[in-house]
């Protein structure tokens, strides 16, 4: 069974740092593009981040670049997002998805239950 | 950035009942690659449809997804009381991956 386990949110200043971590099982991890996604009440769902399975290349939404790393341990089946100069916008319900092994440019189908991070 | 807007904001059915849901992207969706995501409160979003029209895996039947290029529908045939959630659509053709804002199916 595929699980993705969130962990590392929390309440954080702005100007302040978070590391989230994502422990996934179930699967051949390393063998799967990752990403992150975000969502608040206001604005709803949001692309964050995706990072590929094998050569870890990484995207990132312009709302997060340069200030949020995602990356990858394949031998410890761990995704990560290091996020720095974090902003009060930056507050959200912070998921793990897995792309969909479709070829090419597929959507997510499976996501964590999330992890919650407040900038304030 | 392509924006997708849903409609209507709410639907209020009844079990038993044909939901129809709308998702209208400003511009056209590269290769029809949209998806429609099911949450339910207190839940992560499941996967329900992709490439605009196939199911994922275990998605009952009564689910249907269609349309092309800027417009597309999500059909639920006969709805259940699982089915009474909040729908997503989101196109994955076009960088940066965007969503709508979502559709909630309520029981009337």
């Known amino acids: 069974e595929v699980q993705l386990l969130e962990s590392g949110g929390g309440l954080v200043q702005p100007g302040g740092s978070l590391r989230l971590s994502c422990a996934a099982s179930g699967f051949t991890f390393n063998t799967f593009a990752m990403s992150w996604v975000r969502q608040t009440p206001g604005k709803g769902l949001e692309w964050v981040s995706a990072?590929?399975?094998?050569?870890?290349?990484?995207y990132y939404a312009d709302s997060v670049k340069g200030r949020f790393t995602i990356s990858r341990d394949n031998s410890k089946s761990t995704l990560s997002l290091q996020m720095n100069s974090l902003r009060a916008e930056d507050t959200a319900l912070y998921y793990c998805?897995?792309?969909?092994?479709?070829?090419?440019?597929?959507?997510?189908?499976?996501w964590g239950q999330g992890t919650l991070v407040t900038v304030s | 950035e392509i924006v997708l807007t849903q409609s209507p904001g709410t639907l209020s059915l009844s079990p038993g009942e044909r939901a129809t849901l709308s998702c209208r992207a400003s511009?056209?969706?590269?290769?029809?690659?949209l998806a429609w995501y099911q949450q339910n409160p207190g839940q992560a979003p499941r996967l329900l449809i992709y490439?605009?029209?196939s199911r994922a895996t275990g998605i009952p039947d009564r689910f249907s997804g269609s349309g092309s290029g800027t417009d597309f529908t999500l059909t639920i045939s006969r709805l259940e009381p699982e089915d009474f959630a909040v729908y997503y659509c989101?196109?994955?053709?076009?960088?940066?991956?965007?969503f709508g804002q979502g559709t909630k199916v309520e029981i009337k």
């Open positions: 989101q196109q994955y053709g076009n960088s940066p991956r965007t």
């Open positions: 998805a897995r792309f969909l092994p479709c070829g090419g440019d597929c959507p997510f189908d499976y």
């Open positions: 511009q056209s969706v590269r290769s029809n690659l």
């Open positions: 490439g605009a029209s």
């Open positions: 990072i590929s399975g094998s050569d870890g290349r990484a």
